[in-house]
């Protein structure tokens, strides 16, 4: 009997001691998967989310422009521009600026690839734009022109990271309309767009060769033209003459037109500021002409030079419309070729 009650007792210490190890390993095993999310969780999938995303959104590059190096930090979303062209190529991009300069006159004369949100901000004048309306923004990007904003960039870089561009390079720096390609793209990839800002570019020129067909097919391949901003100025009509270097002529030898105004020194902003006298000499070329100034049509009507100018007597003037933008980007410049090539080939 008592070597029974002792052969009970090991077996049921050894049962024992078998249970307790069960125990802690499912214990150690239930503790093990609590602290290690597998790879394919929910809480493992945020997790690599996170760590894959946060450097891109976090990273800090450095945008190149005219006055040297800016440090953006990650994809900037919230932007402020003081130049319309800027505000533009943002629009074409599909980005919504959150505030932009004379908001008021640049739907007056610049065609925008889409409207402008309703809650855009105008903050001031270009040429005097209102620090305290961008700061209360609080936007991540401001960007603006250098003959306009240069003497203000130490202020404005104090609220955001602040680019300048300067779209009319000196007589030897390059040309305007290289300016404005290099400038788009720039502006593209601080925004984050740069795929979109060649999809742009590749329709602009699809735009060229479609308009260039046009024309040529009108019989105006290779005409002479004369491109003109026409505005009164007291009780006269100026003129201001678009030149070789400037953007828009560039557009229009694109789709196959040529420039015949000659300036007599270099231009920097593309065009010469001319009364109408200036026109005796450019009777053979196709007058085309950006007008918005309403008065500027009674008042030639009137003037006895303008109406004995042969493209006048020749019907052969050609309105482009007061929001074809001759400083723009891409998307002005798509504007103008094909305004242009409709209007030579009657269409």
Known sequence: MFNRRISLFIVLSVMLVLLAACGNNNNENNGAKASSPSASSPAATESASLASESPAAEAERTIQH???????????????????????DLLVLGVQPAGVADIENMKKNVSLPAELAADAQDVGTRQEPNLEAITALEPDLI??????HEATYDQLSAIAPTLLFNPYPEEGNGDQYGEMVGTFKT?????????????????????????????????????????????????AVNFRLSTDNGLAIRILENIGLKNVYKPEQFEAYGFSTKDVEALTTLQEADYLHITNDEAVAGMLSKNAVWTGLTFVKENRTYALGGDTWPYGGPHSAKIMAERAAKALSGQ
Request: aromatic share 6%; net charge positive.
């Open 66 to 88: 005219v006055l040297g190096e800016t440090k953006v930090k990650g994809t900037a979303k919230k932007v402020v521009v003081l130049e319309w062209t800027y505000a533009e």
């Open 187 to 235: 502006i593209a990839d601080a925004v984050g767009k740069t795929a979109e800002a060649e999809a742009v570019l590749a329709d602009l020129q699809k735009t060229y060769d479609e308009a260039k067909t046009k024309v040529a097919a009108a019989g105006k391949e290779g005409q002479p033209i004369v491109l003109a901003m026409a505005y009164t100025n007291q009780n």
């Open 143 to 148: 960007i603006g022109v250098k003959f306009r």
